[in-house]
């Protein structure tokens, strides 16, 4: 059984830095194209970042330069380095693994963790 648990929100004063963590179990994360979504009530979830299965790197344009992924096999975990923290980064983020190639079957998600950005 495929599980994504995400740690690692928490309350952070603008300026400063988080990181989440994705763990996975039930699946090789090398398979799977692994990115990170956040959503705030009455919005869409929004692509954060993501990591493709061959290692390339997509960020969204209001993070580029701020939050950086890294992901660590061994340990079937993903990570979001989130720098410069502003108050519109607050969310509810969720880790978000999903298959490149056919049969894509359904994307499988965390339960989100929340990041609050305030003074």
């Known amino acids: 059984q495929v599980r994504l648990v995400e740690f690692g929100g928490g309350l952070v004063q603008p300026g400063g830095s988080l990181r989440l963590s994705c763990v996975a179990s039930?699946?090789?994360?090398?398979?799977?194209?692994v990115g990170w979504y956040r959503q705030s009530p009455e919005k869409q979830r929004q692509l954060v970042a993501e990591?493709?299965?061959?290692?390339?790197?997509f960020y969204g344009e209001s993070v580029e330069g701020r939050f950086f992924m890294s992901r660590d096999i061994t340990k079937s975990t993903v990570y979001l380095q989130m720098n410069n923290l502003r108050f519109e980064d607050t969310d509810v983020y969720f880790c978000?693994?999903?298959?490149?190639?056919?049969?894509?079957?359904?994307?499988?998600w965390g339960q989100g963790t929340q990041v609050t950005v305030s003074s």
């Open positions: 978000n693994a999903r298959r490149e190639t056919p049969p894509y079957g359904t994307p499988y």
């Open positions: 039930g699946m090789d994360i090398s398979q799977f194209a």
């Open positions: 990591i493709t299965s061959d290692g390339h790197f």
